[in-house]
């Protein structure tokens, strides 16, 4: 089987959205969400190698030094599946864009490494 990191995006605008709400509706979707969120997992259990995680604020380190930055980035999974294609429809009305401001999933083949001679 092959590994799959999928990456959960949100831009700010949608983010904006969902901070509009008031705080009953947003509370009652996030609960709703979580739940689905959960019975994804469940149905999918067999496939995921990592479930990931929410992820917090970005830095960026390179030759410069190290600087805050921003991305679209919300949270990562690990699936395992047999082709892209198969690993891809694990993701087909996803929670992250049913209830959540998420407005897509990325999805990548996690390579391995080079052998070294």
Not at 14 to 26: F, I, L, N, V, Y
Not at 50 to 74: H, Q, W
């Amino acid at each position: 089987m092959k590994k799959f990191l999928a990456i959960y995006l949100g831009s700010a605008n949608a983010m904006a959205r969902w901070r509009a709400a008031d705080e009953e509706t947003r509370k009652a979707q996030e609960k709703a969400g979580m739940e689905a969120w959960m019975q994804w997992a469940t149905t999918h259990k067999d496939a995921i190698v990592d479930m990931g995680a929410p992820l917090g604020k970005t830095k960026r380190i390179d030759k410069g030094g190290i600087s805050d930055t921003k991305n679209e980035i919300g949270a990562y999974t690990v699936v395992q599946a047999e082709s892209h294609e198969e690993a891809a429809k694990l993701f087909l009305d996803h929670p992250h864009f049913v209830f959540f401001p998420g407005e897509s999933i990325e999805l990548m083949e996690c390579l391995p490494l080079p052998k070294m001679q």
